[in-house]
């Protein structure tokens, strides 16, 4: 059902931006890309996330309201990339669980040296107002702000640990369960699996300062900074879920749900800031 959903935004805010596009034919249009840090931030305590170069290509367009003032908006295609990990290396992690004969127990994982390679895909749909104003000939300054619908298209993770150990703790009955691999308890080495967190859209604020360069009478070049930051949370789950999860017929061939798995009300959102270089087409 998520997925259905997820498809029919995509198609829907695709559809809303060509009708939008197709009635500004007057409009200056552009095409560029951006580059510089993109970080997906979370507030999950214990974990850390390194900073690695993002980007997005785009196009869109711009209507003047007047010689200085003009209202764009467009569509991009961005991606982040990068690794999460444990603050404690040998952190363990409970979650609640249920094994086949619906008891309830508490599960304990440990993963040693845990690293997530995260990889974050989405389109964005801008609306902004842009104020510029000649400085010299043939050199514009601009100043653009406004607001960014932020939509994954999918967010997935490729998780590795030297050791994983599950153990299982039954609270009704003060029993530990710690080397039972049938089901499920117990250690595994050179863990490795692949997952997907579910995601939903949100909005980003959006602000580039730059300068247009006249390179003809009807092109120009475009170079800016730009910064972004996202409200609210890409990450749509309704429970809490161990980051490796529980296989109740084995101690291996665990589930890789993710760190940003284990609080459903964490909030996980984009932000990135860098270059962007763009062609005008006047």
Known sequence: MKNTIMKLNIKNTIGITAFLISQTMAAQFYVGVQSGIGNVKSDIKGTSAGHELGGAVKAGYIYSLSNHIG??????????????????????????????????????????????????????????????????????FSFRAGAKYFLPVNYKIKATASSVNGTAYYPDVNLTIDDLPEYGFGSQNNYSASGEYQTKGIVMSMFELGFTFDMGTKNALYAAMFLEN????????????????????????????????????AKIRPVAFGLTLGWNFK
């Not at 809490?240 to 101690?251: L, M, Q, V």
């Open 71 to 140: 209202i764009g908006t467009g569509v991009e295609f961005s991606q982040y990339k990068q690794d999460v990990f444990l603050n404690n290396s040998s952190a363990t992690l409970s979650n609640f669980e249920v094994d086949p004969s619906t008891s309830a127990f508490v599960y304990n994982v440990t993963a040693s040296n845990y690293k997530e390679r995260q990889t974050l895909h989405a389109i964005q749909i801008p609306l902004f107002i842009q104020y510029k104003t000649n400085i010299n000939k043939g050199i514009d």
């Open 230 to 265: 996202g409200y609210g949370s890409i990450v749509d789950q309704d429970k809490d879920e161990s980051y490796i999860g529980y296989n109740p017929t084995s101690a291996s061939d665990r589930k890789a749900n993710g760190l940003y798995s284990t609080d459903k009300n």
